[in-house]
């Protein structure tokens, strides 16, 4: 155990317009040869142009614009070849899938081999080319984290390290203006899980030294993940409802952008490692997976929480006018249920074609989540089960 905290976020810049300042910030590091890369759909979009036109002429680039969403590791491994590792940094423009496909071919174009080689917490051995994140979607906070994830062998694995951490992002939300409903909705969800897990996850004074900072809940992680549950609460549903309400899309910038940088440095817990086993399972988004595995994992969660749900429901209370006067942690997991319907976010697994007899299996992915599941509230044990079981 460790009594010391570490907080180590990179630089970032914020805001309508801040995508402006793109140029001055390549520039000042030194960075000339630039590898961009994105999606198809953000190349169609007009996004891609938008970010590169300025860089033109000054800046030495090339373009990788077929990062697929939610990468296999298969997907990046293939790549490497393809691009040699003469860059000066990598260039990471799209939703998490983007910027985590960047971090994680900036990781074998430096050290070579394969993901698999690297999988798990502090396993990357020594700095790589640099990464330098513009978030097009506001939800995964991967512009601001240590992490890259993938699919591998049917399962969602990830790497993590310090190394990994963009050098610098720039979050504009005017690249979010044109995001679609339901991309908004389901990024906006993940960022929402990553706010109330960060919140309430285990102290850090209980959680065993970390080779990396998934330390547990602590004073700096805290205040983040409170400031990022309010701008997200106060703004996801009407960024959902209309793409062009200015002021809830960078709600959901500032929101997603600080729960990013509060969960980087505590950890999560059980919804994550229930959604990244369910996602290995069904093909549908990570935000689709986290709303159907929400209830099961806080209820089993929900002794260990009940202070922090409080705190929660109050907070809620605040911002809506038919929460006032709630404020019971009980009242926080309704108030979560009724999001997740008004929504039309799946409310648990089977909804998403899993049956009964598949909570083993469910319960068998969960346990290879430990970067997830060493920082959750309450330690796992034997009646994770039946909690399983009853929620799916
Ligand atoms: N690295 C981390 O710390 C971390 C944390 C949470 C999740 N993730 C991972 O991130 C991925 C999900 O990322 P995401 O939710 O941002 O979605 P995404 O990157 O998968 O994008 C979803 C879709 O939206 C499109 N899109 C993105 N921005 C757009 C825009 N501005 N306008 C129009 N279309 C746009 C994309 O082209 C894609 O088709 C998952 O693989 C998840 O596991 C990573
Ligand atoms: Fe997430």
Known sequence: MSQLIAFSPSPSLLGFGALSRLPEVLKERGFRRILVVTDPQIASSGILQKVIRPLK??????????????????????????????????????????????????????????????????????????????????????????????????IKRGVSSEYLRPVFSIVDPELTMELPAVVTRNAGYDALIHAVESFVACPYSRVPDRPILYQGSNPFSRGLALEAFRHIWRSYRWAVKDGQDREARLGMSVGSHLAGIAFSHSGLGLVHALASALGGMVDAPHGVCL?????????????????????????????????????????????????????????????????????????????????????????????????IEDGL
């Open 57 to 154: 002429g000054t800046l030495d680039l090339e373009v990788l614009d077929t990062a697929p969403t939610e990468p296999r590791s298969g997907d990046v491994e293939k790549e490497k070849e393809r691009f040699g590792a003469h860059f000066d940094a990598l260039l990471g423009l799209g939703g998490g899938s983007a910027m985590d496909f960047a971090k994680a071919l900036s990781l074998v174009m430096a050290h070579g081999g394969s993901l698999r080689d690297y999988l798990g917490e502090g396993k990357v051995p020594g700095p790589t080319t640099p990464v330098v994140c513009v978030p097009t979607t506001s939800g995964t906070g991967s512009q601001s984290t240590q992490t890259t994830v993938f699919t591998l062998e049917g």
């Open 291 to 387: 709303a159907a595995c929400t209830h099961m994992g806080l209820r089993y969660n929900f002794e260990a929480c009940k202070k922090d749900f409080s705190f929660l429901s109050a907070t809620v209370a605040e911002i809506d006018e038919t929460s006032r006067g709630r404020d019971s942690a009980e009242s926080f997991l309704v108030d979560l249920q009724r999001l997740i319907v008004e929504l039309g976010l799946p409310s648990k697994p089977s909804e998403l074609g899993l049956k009964k007899e598949d909570g083993k299996k469910l319960l068998d992915g969960v346990l290879i989540q430990t970067r997830r599941t060493k920082t959750n509230p309450r330690p796992l044990d034997h009646e994770l089960i039946s909690f």
